[in-house]
């Protein structure tokens, strides 16, 4: 069952820059009003070249809407996810969250088996969060499009 506007995140704890790191993304949005988005992938064609880009670039606009945290998640390693942050400019506007056994996707039913590109994997997606709960939720159509769950939609939400 795929997580409604209208819920709670679940508590379960993701893994920032190493494994010995890790932070509960409920905890982390408690009292709080923030973006979380995820990718299949780090490192991939679309997540590199538009769908990260667009949240480091719009991190000022996001910001001056109330936004305290942006958030990416993906389905990969924590220090792969660290690189990858590093790389695109992220530090300290996107915290790069690794779900390295898929816990958190699975949990919120946004899983997809993507063979291609090693097995489970998170849908795109892009979410709202208010305190905890789902405010609005954008899942691409296809699970891999690079359409609702773009910065520059979101911001429209916002």
Known sequence: MTI???QKLPAIEL???SPASKVDIAQLFAG???VLFAVPGAFTPGCSKTHLPGYV???EKMRAKGVDEIVCVA???AFVMGAWGEAQGATGKVRMLADPQAAFTKALGLDVQAPNLGGTR???YSMIIEDGVVKA???EPDGFGLTCSLSNALLDTL
Do not use: P, W
């Open 4 to 6: 409604q506007v209208g």
């Open 15 to 17: 893994h920032e820059g």
């Open 32 to 34: 709080k009003r923030g």
């Open 57 to 59: 670039n719009d991190y």
């Open 75 to 77: 389905v990969n390693d």
């Open 122 to 124: 998170s849908k795109r």
């Open 137 to 139: 939720l954008n899942v």
